[in-house]
C-alpha cells in the first residue's frame, strides 16, 4: 500500500492549472520593477500617483473565477489602464477625416464613422498644464439644456433652462390615508421574481438568498416598522411593475406597496447597516420608474452618503463585496441624475468615480448570470464616459483661442475615439438576443455608448453653428466632426424606437437623449446650415416626437421639450399633428 501522503490527495478538478483558486495581491508592475513594497491602490498606487507614472497591474494574477469571468475581468482591467495613462499629445499635424453614410451604420457597432488614428507616438489626450488641475474642472455636461441655450436660437428659450424649476411644478404623488398590501408569501415570492428578473438584473445590489429569509419572515409575521420590511415593500412594488405587459391594476399595487414602504423610511435615518442604503436605491429605482427623477436624485444621494467608505483603502481588493456593488449603483445613478438637473456634488459624493470597480461573485457563470456581465460593463463604460467627459473639459477650460481649441480638440479625436472603440471590442457576446430582457441589456448599453461619442463631437457642432468665423482648416475642422454629431442623431433615433417604449430605471434618461438628438438637428435648420442637415433629417425629428409623445402625460419637462421640438419642426415645414 502506498504510504506516500501525495500520492493520497485528491486529484486537482479540471482547469486549477490554468485558474489558481487563490487570487494572490501583486504589486504593480512599477513597484515590482523597483522592488519596493507596493499598496495595490487602484487604480493607481500611491507610489505611481506621488511620481505620475502610469501604474500597471499584471493581468496574469488573476483568480480563480471560471473562464468566461477571467476574459471579460481581464479586459476591463487592461481598458481601465489604458483609459487613466496621461502622456502628452504632441505634433502639430491634424488626422485627416473621413465620414460615412449613416445608412452604412449598424446600431450594434456605431464607432462606424472613422477618423484616422493620430501616431502611435501621440498616446495621451490631455497635455498636463501649471495652471490647469483637473480636479478642479467639473466633468463636461452636454443636457439638453445645454443644446437650448445655444446663441441660434435668441435666447427664446432661456426661461425654460431651469430643469430642476420645471420638475417641481409636477403634481405630488398621490399619498392615500388608508394602504392595503398583499403580503400574501406566494404573491409577495413572485414579485421578488419579478424584481430580480427585470430590475436587479441590471443592478445586482441583492442576493437572493438573503431576500427570501426576510421575505418569509415579513409575509408570516406581517410588516413591521423596520428595514426588512421596507425592503420587503419595495421589491414588492417594483416587482408589481416590473413586467413588459403590466395595467393599471399592477400601479394601483405598486403604489400601495410603494406607499407602505414610504412610512418606514424616516425610520431608516436611525438605523445602520448595507440594508438601509438598499432600501433608498430602490426607492430611488421606483421613482425612475415613475419618472420622478429629482424625488428619484435625493434617494440616491442619501444611499451613496449611507454606504459611502469612509477609508476606501481599507476595502480588500480582488474581492467580491456586496457593499461595494451597492455604493457603485448608488454613486453612478445619483451623478447621472445629477449631471442632467445641473445640481452641485453633496459632501462625500464627488464628480469622479470610485477608486474601486466591483467584482462579482466567484461562482458567477458568463452563461448562467449575463446581469452580472451587463453591471461589470456597465460600470466601466461610466468610468470611460467621465474619463472622456474631463479630457474634453480639460482641453475646452485651457484655452481662450476658440480656433486652437478645435484643433486641438480635433487632435484628440482619435486618442478618444479609439478608446470607445477598445470598449466595446472589450464586451463579451454574453447576451441572447432571443431573450427580451437580456435585449434590452445590449441596447442599454448600446445607447450609453452612443451618449459618449456625443461628448465628443457637440463641441464641435456648437462651434460650427456660432456666428464667429474662422480660417479654413478650422472651419472644415468644425464641419466634418459636426456632420458626426449629426450622424450619430440619426443612428440613435429609428434604432431604438422599440426600446423608448419599455419602462425602466434610465428609460426618462434615454428620452433626454431623444429630446438633445432632435434639437440638435433643429438647431441647424434653424442656423440656415443645410450643408450640415443629414438628408433624414425631418424623418429623424418626426420620429422623435413619436417617442415622446406616450411618455408626455407623465412627465412635465418631457411634456415641455415635446412642445418646443413641436413648435421649431412647425416653424420649418414639418406636419407635427400625427
Not at 489626450?125 to 490647469?132: A, D, G, K, R
Request: charged share 20%; proline share 6%; with cysteine.
Amino acid at each position: 500500500m502506498d504510504t506516500d501522503p501525495e500520492a493520497r490527495k485528491r486529484p486537482a478538478p479540471r482547469g486549477t492549472a490554468a485558474y489558481p483558486r487563490k487570487r494572490a495581491v501583486a504589486a504593480c508592475q512599477t513597484c515590482r520593477s523597483r522592488k519596493t513594497k507596493c499598496d495595490n491602490q487602484r487604480p493607481t498606487c500611491s507610489f505611481c500617483e506621488r511620481a505620475g507614472g502610469i501604474c500597471i497591474y499584471s493581468a496574469s494574477d488573476l483568480s480563480s473565477y471560471d473562464p468566461a469571468s477571467l476574459a471579460i475581468l481581464d479586459r476591463l482591467e487592461n481598458l481601465e489602464n489604458n483609459l487613466i495613462a496621461h502622456m502628452s499629445l504632441g505634433g502639430t499635424g491634424l488626422p485627416s477625416i473621413t465620414t460615412k453614410s449613416p445608412e452604412t451604420a449598424s446600431f450594434t457597432s456605431p464607432a462606424v464613422v472613422e477618423t484616422d488614428r493620430v501616431s502611435d507616438s501621440h498616446t495621451s489626450v490631455v497635455e498636463p498644464t501649471s495652471h490647469l488641475s483637473t480636479s478642479e474642472i467639473p466633468p463636461l455636461c452636454n443636457t439638453v439644456e445645454h443644446v437650448l441655450s445655444w446663441p441660434v436660437f435668441g435666447g427664446r428659450y432661456d426661461h425654460q433652462l431651469d430643469l430642476s424649476k420645471i420638475l417641481k411644478t409636477a403634481a405630488p404623488l398621490e399619498r392615500p390615508t388608508g394602504v392595503n398590501v398583499d403580503l400574501e408569501i406566494r404573491t409577495c415570492k413572485q414579485l421578488g421574481i419579478h424584481c430580480f428578473d427585470h430590475v436587479l438584473s441590471k443592478n445586482p445590489i441583492i442576493e437572493r438568498e438573503f431576500f427570501n429569509k426576510i421575505l418569509n419572515n415579513v409575509c408570516l409575521n406581517g410588516a413591521g416598522w423596520d428595514a426588512d420590511s421596507c425592503l420587503v415593500l419595495l421589491v414588492c412594488a417594483l416587482g408589481s411593475i416590473a413586467s413588459p405587459e403590466i395595467d393599471q391594476t399592477d400601479w394601483k399595487a405598486a403604489h400601495a406597496y410603494f406607499v407602505a414602504a414610504q412610512r418606514r423610511i424616516g425610520m431608516l435615518m436611525t438605523w445602520d447597516g448595507l440594508i438601509v442604503s438598499q432600501c433608498y436605491f430602490l426607492a430611488g429605482v421606483y421613482l425612475m420608474y415613475k419618472l420622478r427623477p429629482l424625488e428619484a436624485w435625493r434617494m440616491f444621494a442619501q444611499g451613496v452618503i449611507c454606504t459611502h467608505p469612509g477609508k476606501p483603502d481599507t476595502i480588500a481588493l480582488g474581492h467580491y463585496s456586496l457593499e461595494e456593488c451597492v455604493y457603485w449603483a448608488c454613486w453612478k445613478s445619483e451623478v447621472e441624475l445629477r449631471m442632467h438637473l445641473q445640481i452641485p456634488s453633496v459632501g462625500v459624493i464627488g464628480d469622479r468615480y470610485p477608486p474601486l470597480i466591483p467584482e462579482p461573485p466567484s461562482v458567477t457563470d458568463a452563461s448562467s448570470d449575463p446581469s452580472w456581465f451587463y453591471y461589470l460593463a456597465d460600470v466601466s463604460h461610466r468610468r470611460l464616459d467621465m474619463d472622456v467627459r474631463e479630457n474634453v473639459a480639460v482641453i475646452i477650460a485651457r484655452h481662450s483661442d476658440k480656433a486652437r481649441l478645435y484643433l486641438d480638440l480635433a487632435y484628440a479625436m482619435p486618442t478618444l475615439e479609439q478608446q470607445l472603440r477598445d470598449w466595446e471590442i472589450s464586451m463579451p457576446v454574453s447576451f441572447d438576443p432571443q431573450n427580451s430582457e437580456e435585449s434590452l441589456l445590449h441596447q442599454i448599453l448600446g445607447g450609453r455608448l452612443l451618449d459618449t461619442y456625443d461628448v465628443l463631437y457637440i463641441p464641435f457642432l456648437e462651434g460650427a453653428l456660432c456666428k464667429e468665423e474662422f480660417d479654413q482648416k478650422t472651419t472644415d475642422t468644425l464641419n466634418a466632426y459636426a456632420r458626426k454629431a449629426l450622424d450619430y442623431c440619426v443612428i440613435r433615433i429609428p434604432e431604438y424606437n422599440q426600446g423608448y417604449n419599455i419602462r425602466h430605471h434610465g428609460t426618462w434618461l434615454m428620452i433626454r437623449t431623444v429630446v438633445r438628438s432632435a434639437l440638435m438637428i433643429l438647431s441647424v435648420r434653424a442656423a440656415g446650415r443645410i450643408d450640415l442637415l443629414p438628408h433624414v433629417w425631418k424623418e429623424t425629428v418626426l420620429n422623435a416626437v413619436s417617442v415622446l409623445r406616450p411618455w408626455k402625460d407623465e412627465c412635465v419637462d418631457l411634456e415641455d421639450r415635446l412642445g418646443i421640438i413641436c413648435e421649431l419642426g412647425a416653424e420649418f415645414g414639418l406636419d407635427m399633428t400625427h
